[in-house]
């Protein structure tokens, strides 16, 4: 099983930029999808961002045009370019499967990223 660990998280003014980085241990083409979730205190994780195998992205309308997810097949990392930082992108970030069903249910430690206005 593929195990996905997250880094690149910090604290960042208004406006900034951070690249979260997510590190597979085995080959992340084993995997149809990866995407990348947060989870802001009180409420619920949701996806924001994920990439197929094939490279086709999709994003959450609250990120669209600020945020890019991209993948190094030779790397095996996913990553998630973040511009335009807002105070509410605020959030423990995580990297996981995406479009599976049941949903994933093993979750890492994540990465937390805090945006000051």
């Known amino acids: 099983q593929v195990q996905l660990v997250e880094s690149g998280g910090g604290l960042v003014q208004a406006g900034g930029s951070l690249r979260l980085s997510c590190a597979a241990s085995?080959?992340?083409?084993?995997?149809?999808?990866i995407g990348w979730y947060r989870q802001a205190p009180g409420k619920q994780r949701e996806l924001v961002a994920a990439?197929?195998?094939?490279?086709?992205?999709r994003y959450a309308d609250s990120v669209k045009g600020r945020f890019t997810i991209s993948r190094d097949n030779a790397k095996n990392t996913v990553y998630l370019q973040m511009n335009s930082l807002k105070p509410e992108d605020t959030a423990v970030y995580y990297c996981?499967?995406?479009?599976?069903?049941?949903?994933?249910?093993?979750w890492g430690q994540g990465t937390q990223v805090t945006v000051s206005s």
């Open positions: 996981n499967q995406a479009y599976t069903w049941p949903p994933p249910q093993v």
């Open positions: 085995g080959s992340i083409f084993s995997l149809n999808a």
């Open positions: 990439i197929t195998k094939g490279g086709t992205t």
